[in-house]
Every structure is written in C-alpha cells, then in structure tokens.
C-alpha cells in the first residue's frame, strides 16, 4: 500500500462546478500536510498548507482528519485556469515529504 | 531573486555515463531536496539535506550521490547512468525543514534521458 493515495481521477469538469480530491496517508505519525498544484511540465507550486480546523483561502478549502488519516480539497466556482494536476503531500517528523501520485483536474467551458 | 535554479534543463545521457545535476537557491534556505518524477507518478525523495553539512537517504537512493557544497548549492551525481533513471528531476529548498508552515520550492526541472 502506498504511503499517500489519491483518487485517480481525472476530473472533468465544467466551468463554475465544485470539486472535490479525496487522499489518505498511511503514518499516523505524520506532523504537516499540504496541497500542491502541478502545471503540465511545470514545477509544483504549494496550493495551500492544510491545518487540523480545516481552512479556507478564497475558493479552496482544506480538511484534515487525523482519525480517519484523511485530506480532502474542495474547489468551489471552477475556473478554466484551474485545470492542472493536485498532489497531496505528507510530511513527517524529519522533514521528509512523500507525494501522492495527483489527481488531474481538467475545466472545460 | 531567482529562487532555486537547477542546470541542466535538458540532457541525454548513454547507459554508463555519469553526470551531475546541479542546483542552487538564494532564499538562504536551510533545507534542500532532490526529487524524481516518472510519468504519471508524484515526485519520489532521492535525498535531502536538512542543512549545511548534513544529507540523507530518501526514497529511492540507489544509483544517486549528492553533495551539499554549501548552503545555497546542492547538486546529484550519477556515477552510471542507467535507463531506469530517465526522469525529470526536480530540487527544491525549504526554510526549516519541517512543520505546518515550511513550503518548499522548486527549482524548474531537468528532463534527463538515458538511452
């Protein structure tokens, strides 16, 4: 089983809808969490770092369940420029961060 | 303020060549990483340096060497290329190296073919 999982996708979706990715971990020692937004041949780009009450920052909204080991990122109000690939990214007590796979998120008119 | 660089963008290697991979950041960042990204998948840690003068095994070690040169530069080494190391590498830096708040940043990618 893989560390950090995510739905498969692709997603596509017309403009203005909401989305949601889905990922678990597997350590329940992980300290940090976070969404990363990929661009086709591009460097990731950290989306927004995902904190214990859940937070928000403007259409994204992130929520952690560490019970449940658990993130989950909802985009509101789809944008075309939202298309790209979303990973979720797990952090440990040593600095060390494992990647999900993505999840391909595609905007259509 | 270039952020993190990383030479070169491009390269194709034979099966048994060697090659370094190099990286710099000017964000005085303590952390810095080496990362690959096959098709398809998400990046996997081949090492870190969790700051000056220290470096780790990540992930996928094997085949790999890494020197951190200083605080700004950390570059990886393929001492025998082989095809299963095609990839697009990515290093990236952090602040700290840890916690809810350090984000990491990336350099643009080198795409590295072995044939």
């Known amino acids: ?109 | 303020n270039a952020g993190v660089t990383q030479t070169p963008k491009f390269q194709v290697l034979k099966t048994g060549q060697s090659m370094t991979l190099q990286c710099a950041q000017d964000m005085n960042h303590n952390s810095m990483y080496w990362y690959r990204q096959d098709p398809g998948m998400g990046l996997r840690l081949i090492y870190y340096s969790a700051s000056e003068g220290t470096t780790d095994k990540g992930e996928v070690p094997n085949g790999y060497n890494v020197s951190r040169l200083n605080k700004r530069e950390f570059s990886l080494r393929l001492e025998s290329a082989a095809p299963s190391q095609t990839s697009v590498y990515f290093c990236a830096s952090s602040p700290i190296g840890g916690g809810d708040t350090d984000t990491q940043y990336f350099g643009p990618g080198t795409r590295l073919t072995v044939l």
Not at chain 1, 7 to 14: E, R, T
Not at chain 1, 86 to 104: E, I, M, P, Q
Request: net charge positive; charged share 20%; proline share 5%.
């Open chain 1, 1 to 109: 089983r893989k560390e950090v999982e995510q739905d498969p996708g692709p997603f596509n979706v017309p403009e203005g809808a909401t989305v949601a990715f889905n990922c678990t971990y597997s350590n329940s020692a992980s300290q940090s969490f976070f969404w990363y937004r990929q661009d086709c041949r591009k460097e990731p780009k950290l989306l927004m770092s995902v904190y214990s009450s859940g937070n928000e920052d403007g259409r994204f909204t992130a929520q952690l369940n560490r019970a449940s080991q658990y993130i989950s990122l909802l985009i509101r109000d789809s944008k075309l420029s939202d298309s790209a690939t979303y990973l979720c990214v797990v952090r440990g007590n040593a600095g060390k961060s494992t990647f999900g796979d993505g999840t391909t998120l595609t905007v259509k008119p």
